[in-house]
């Protein structure tokens, strides 16, 4: 007995080849998004921001006594844009049949699931 | 800047910013109610024909104005986080604060988003996109409306010139 690879007519309409702007796209948008949430909960900045100084310093920093406040969102934006452009680079090296198997759905599904965790890292200001 | 006043300059990026997001919200909510429900038969009332607009004909402009209101709102945020933020905490508005940090988060994920939106939309006779297209759009627009509202009660709470 051979084994057969054929898909089914209902399988082939449920996916479509990407090109390879589609796969680095899809996957740009998922590691960004990941990234995002793996960036505030472990608190990676690429840089850390004073804006009463104007002073940039590389990764995580605290704030300074008599330097105000310090932002890290900035920071994680360039990271999760570095890192999301390199994985999506990365994918548009995928065969159609692997990048195929990565659900277009989780263009939608990520950002829902990332609402709770986000809302948790903020759960000491919803609640004081 | 001699001519303007420092508090002026930033209330009129201010009002850039939220000008940029109104557009954004009108063309990503028109297009999210057209590929949500989509009109079938020859429009009729204004219901029908705000339903039966051509929606991929909006993705560029979507994509360029959320990427511009995100610039704009991230030179804003500079002097939200010294000259409102440490007021509104001093004044105990905890909850927000901390909505506003969620709208930096949402927006974020949509920005990241914004380049297989564009790559679906720019597909848009490709059936087995049509789920994923209609629901990121969806997403997509109500990250939009609570980013709005969120910015717009906070404006409420102390804006620029309080």
Known sequence: MTATT??????AETKAPL????????????TFV???????????????????TNRFAWGYELARRGEGPVMYWYGWIVLCAIVGSITGTLATFLPDRIAQRIPLALTWILPIVALPLMLYTLMGLLTR | MEFITINTFWTILLIIHG???IALLGALTHQAVAVALPVRAPAAGFITRYRAVPSAGYATAVCVLWVLTFIMGAWIYTKYRY?????????????????????????????GMLPIYWYLWKNPRVAPFDSARKWLTVVLCVICWFVFLTGHVLNNARGFGT
Do not use: N, Q
């Open chain 1, 6 to 11: 054929t898909t089914t007519p209902a399988a």
């Open chain 1, 34 to 52: 990941v990234m995002y949430v793996l960036c505030v909960f472990k608190g990676w900045p690429l840089f850390s921001y004073h804006p009463a």
């Open chain 2, 19 to 21: 000008l940029l997001a």
């Open chain 2, 83 to 111: 000259y409102i933020r440490i007021p509104l905490e001093e004044l105990g508005y905890w909850k927000t604060v901390a909505f506003f940090d969620l709208k930096e988060h949402m927006v974020s994920f949509g920005l």
């Open chain 1, 19 to 30: 090109s390879a702007f589609g796969k680095f796209a899809l996957v740009f948008g998922i």
